[in-house]
């Protein structure tokens, strides 16, 4: 899509292209591996992309979110998000010109474990299982 659309975005000055990617771009559980592969991938494209276009103007945002209350998360008994505010989140992360949006509290503690021993991530994603 990138590829497609950057083009076009140069030609007319730049603009901004949105990445929705997860808290899974940052951790993975059992039964979510791959999942979690591609998101991390599509977070390193983001990276790539915002500095590969800066020069022609065009920003990227990478969007990284639990769940949200769409059909693919239909069926799991997860906190899940209203859509329209992750939509909201998400446009005002566009419009301050942020690299990334943390859309929820949880995908917040996912990032900021990043700099830890995984080990002590992995005991409170247990606690948030289990709770």
């Known amino acids: 899509m990138s590829r497609v659309f ?13 990445n929705i990617a997860s808290s899974a771009s940052w951790f993975v559980f059992p039964g979510n591996g791959a999942y ?10 983001g990276n790539a992309l915002r500095q590969e276009l800066a020069g022609q103007g065009t920003r990227v945002t990478s969007v990284h979110l ?9 069926g799991y008994d997860v906190p899940k998000m209203d859509p329209a505010d992750v939509a909201r ?3 005002d992360g566009v ?12 995908t917040a503690m996912v990032k900021a474990s990043l700099a830890e021993d995984p080990r002590e991530f ?3 994603f247990q606690r948030f299982l289990n709770a």
């Open 6 to 18: 950057t083009p076009v975005l140069a030609a007319n000055g730049g603009g901004a292209i949105v």
């Open 36 to 45: 979690g592969v591609s998101k991390s991938a599509l977070w390193s494209m």
């Open 66 to 74: 639990g769940a949200a209350d769409t059909d693919m998360m239909k």
């Open 89 to 91: 989140i998400t446009l």
């Open 95 to 106: 419009e301050s010109d942020a690299f990334e949006v943390v859309v929820d509290e949880f």
């Open 122 to 124: 992995d005991k409170r």
